[in-house]
């Protein structure tokens, strides 16, 4: 088990510029979230894959973010044009939903995105 | 609608004192609950959950929590603390998609 990984630790953009944010899952876990977490907040819900199905999207997401995960094993986040309120931490978690595991979520150390 | 709260803000304590943490949760169905802890600029480390069976969970550092349907809490609580337990801590109600209280942060005093 050698945990999630997310990449880069840390980002620094322009606004207006876009970014791509990569997660690595734990190996043998199928399913895949992404999180937002501003200052002094708890992690927000922003969409989560099962394999390289994306089952839902918080409406949170707006139009200038998109993810995907083609294979059922990374993901990537990008946004689009971004703004100033996109600057955040940004989580990356995985789970498997076999029972064998009972597997709640695993994080990652996330990537904390500034936008100046 | 589903979500967590977490009373205190900001909660401190000195080293050795006993700890408890409020969470109480609205779900629709039976809860998966979870705590997690949070180190600054860290991810999250699951501490412990609770599925179903024993209300009364023991969890990773020295943490126990207790399920009560009843008062819809999940109180995450420690005898004796530690300075390293310094930290953030979420609650969190499930099963999957998790959503997660706004933290509570805990200050250590020697």
């Known amino acids: 088990d050698t945990g999630v990984s997310q990449n880069p630790r840390h980002k620094i953009t322009k606004r207006g510029q876009n970014v791509t944010f990569r997660c690595d899952p734990i190996?043998?876990?199928?399913?895949l979230y992404w999180y937002r977490q501003t200052l002094g907040q708890g992690p927000e819900f922003l969409t989560y894959?099962?394999?390289?199905?994306?089952?839902?999207k918080s409406r949170l997401l707006s139009d200038r973010f998109s993810a995907e995960r083609p294979k059922g094993s990374f993901s990537t986040l990008e946004i689009q044009r971004t703004e100033q309120g996109d600057s955040a931490m940004y989580l990356c978690?995985?789970?498997?939903?076999?029972?064998?595991?009972?597997?709640?979520?695993?994080f990652g150390n996330g990537t904390r995105l500034t936008v100046t | 609608a589903q979500s967590v709260t977490q009373p205190d803000i900001h909660i401190t304590v000195s080293e050795g004192a006993s700890l408890e943490l409020r969470c109480n949760y609205s779900?629709?169905?039976?809860?998966?609950l979870f705590w997690y802890v949070q180190s600054p600029g860290q991810g999250l480390q699951l501490l412990l959950k609770?599925?179903?069976?024993?209300?009364l969970v023991q969890g990773i550092k020295g943490f126990e929590a207790e399920f009560k349907r009843s008062q819809s809490s999940f109180n995450l609580r420690k005898p004796s603390v530690h300075w390293s337990d310094a930290a953030e801590y979420f609650c969190?109600?499930?099963?999957?998609?998790?959503?997660f209280g706004t933290g509570t942060r805990l200050q250590v005093f020697p």
């Open positions: 969190a109600v499930g099963p999957d998609k998790l959503i």
């Open positions: 978690a995985s789970s498997s939903t076999d029972r064998a595991y009972n597997s709640p979520l695993h």
């Open positions: 190996s043998e876990h199928n399913r």
């Open positions: 779900y629709g169905a039976t809860p998966y």
């Open positions: 894959f099962q394999n390289e199905a994306q089952l839902e």
């Open positions: 609770y599925f179903s069976g024993d209300t």
